[in-house]
């Protein structure tokens, strides 16, 4: 069997065309892999302001509330405990239902981000 040099020429262009397509994936998963960082790197920082912003909140609408109890609980300590107690219940709820709360839509986001592609 002889090879005739079209058929090497064509084996050359063939080696060189699927070096091109490797070159181009590579850049493709480079590219797709920046833009999903992006988006979660994104999001963890506006969730991270959110959160900020929500406790100084918070912070301020707790003082707000005991200022605004104290007239009917007694005194300004009774409402501070009331306050108090209140944060902690909704951190114990929070705690416990963590599952349903945070874990799971940070597994559904992830998923979606690195998993599923649209």
């Not at 850049?27 to 797709?32: A, G, H, N």
């Not at 300004?76 to 219940?89: C, E, K, M, V």
Request: charged share 15%; proline share 2%; net charge positive.
């Amino acid at each position: 069997m002889f090879v005739n040099d079209k058929t090497i020429d064509n084996l050359q262009s063939l080696v060189t065309e699927i070096k091109k397509y490797v070159d181009l994936q590579k850049d493709y998963v480079k590219l797709d892999i920046t833009h999903k960082l992006t988006v979660l790197l994104s999001t963890l920082i506006l969730i991270l302001v959110l959160v900020v912003l929500g406790m100084i909140a918070l912070f301020y609408l707790s003082f707000t509330m005991a200022y605004v109890l104290e007239p009917y609980v007694g005194g300004l300590t009774n409402s501070y405990a009331i306050i108090t107690g209140s944060i902690l219940l909704l951190s114990l709820l929070i705690y416990l239902f963590r599952q349903r709360l945070i874990i799971h839509p940070l597994t559904r986001f992830l998923a979606n981000l690195f998993i599923n592609d649209k």
